[in-house]
C-alpha cells in the first residue's frame, strides 16, 4: 500500500478504460552504420484513468508541446519516454472513442508507485499527416 492509503482503490475506481500502447524495441544500427528502427509490440494497459492535461501538468512540456491536445494518463504499467542516449523510442498510446481514435507519444512518466501504486504520464497528440 502506498503512502496514502487507500488512493489505490479511488484511483482504480475511476479506470476510465482500456488504452491501447505501441512499444518499439531499441533501434540498432547495420553492419553499415546505418540506424535501424526496432520492431513494434502493440499491447492493452488497463486500468488506465484518462484525462485531458491542463494547469501545472501543461507546464511541464516544452513550450511547443503546450498549446497541442495533452492527455494525463495514471496506469500500473510504466509507459516510456524517448530517450536518445539509449536509442529507446517513446511509446505511443491509441486512445479514443471509434469516431475519433487519437495517436499520443509519451512525453513525461513519473513514478508515483510510493504514493498511490500508479505511474502518471503525459501524451501529446501526434500531428497528423
Not at 5 to 16: A, M, R, S, Y
Not at 28 to 42: I, K, T
Not at 44 to 52: E, G, Q, T
Request: net charge negative; with cysteine; hydrophobic share 35%.
Amino acid at each position: 500500500m502506498g503512502v496514502l492509503e487507500g488512493l489505490e482503490e479511488v484511483i482504480d475506481c475511476l479506470d476510465t478504460g482500456e488504452v491501447t500502447v505501441e512499444r518499439r524495441s531499441s533501434a540498432f544500427y547495420d553492419a553499415d552504420g546505418n540506424a535501424v528502427r526496432g520492431s513494434v509490440s502493440e499491447f492493452p494497459v488497463a486500468p488506465a484513468v484518462v484525462h485531458v492535461a491542463t494547469g501545472r501538468d501543461l507546464l511541464r512540456l516544452p513550450e511547443g508541446d503546450r498549446t497541442r491536445e495533452v492527455l494525463l494518463i495514471l496506469t500500473k504499467l510504466r509507459l516510456r519516454t524517448g530517450q536518445e542516449a539509449t536509442g529507446q523510442e517513446a511509446d505511443t498510446v491509441i486512445y479514443g472513442s471509434q469516431d475519433s481514435v487519437g495517436r499520443y507519444v509519451v512525453r513525461t512518466s513519473e513514478d508515483w508507485i510510493r504514493a498511490s501504486s500508479h505511474y502518471k504520464c503525459l501524451a501529446v497528440r501526434e500531428e497528423s499527416s
